[in-house]
C-alpha cells in the first residue's frame, strides 16, 4: 500500500491532505507532493493526516524533514490528524518546526489569515 495526496486552499491555507501508508515506496511520493504544495502556495502549510493508516520510522522521519525544510525558509508547517498514528521518539526537538492540531477545523480556525 502507498499514499496518495490531494491539495487544495482552504479559508487561504494550503492544506495537503495524505491518505494511505506512508512507508518507504511512499516516501519520494510524499516528498514530491510536498515539494509541489510549498512551491505554489504562500504562508502555511497544513498536513492533514486524518486519512494516513500509519507510518514507518522511515515515513516519520520524512514527515519530519519536511517540516524542517519548510521552517528554514521562514514558513510554518501545522499538522493534524495525527491521533490515529504512532508518534515516535523521533520528534523529540522537532515540535518547534511544526504545529500540532487536533483536527483540520481547529488548524484552520488558528491559521488562516484574517478575513478582510
Not at 38 to 67: H, N, P
Not at 85 to 101: N, Q
Amino acid at each position: 500500500m502507498s499514499i496518495s495526496w490531494s491539495v487544495e486552499e482552504q479559508r487561504g491555507v494550503a492544506v495537503m491532505s495524505v491518505a494511505g501508508f506512508l512507508g518507504n515506496n511512499a516516501i519520494g511520493r510524499f516528498s514530491d507532493g510536498f515539494d509541489w504544495v510549498v512551491a505554489r502556495s504562500a504562508g502555511v502549510v497544513v498536513l492533514d493526516f486524518t486519512e494516513l493508516l500509519g507510518w514507518s520510522a522511515e515515513g516519520e522521519a520524512a514527515v519530519i524533514q519536511a517540516a524542517a525544510g519548510l521552517r528554514s525558509t521562514g514558513r510554518p508547517l501545522s499538522l493534524c490528524g495525527l491521533s490515529r498514528l504512532e508518534v515516535t521518539a523521533l520528534w523529540a526537538g522537532h515540535l518547534d518546526a511544526m504545529t500540532v492540531y487536533s483536527d483540520l477545523d481547529s488548524a484552520l480556525n488558528a491559521e488562516a489569515p484574517p478575513a478582510g
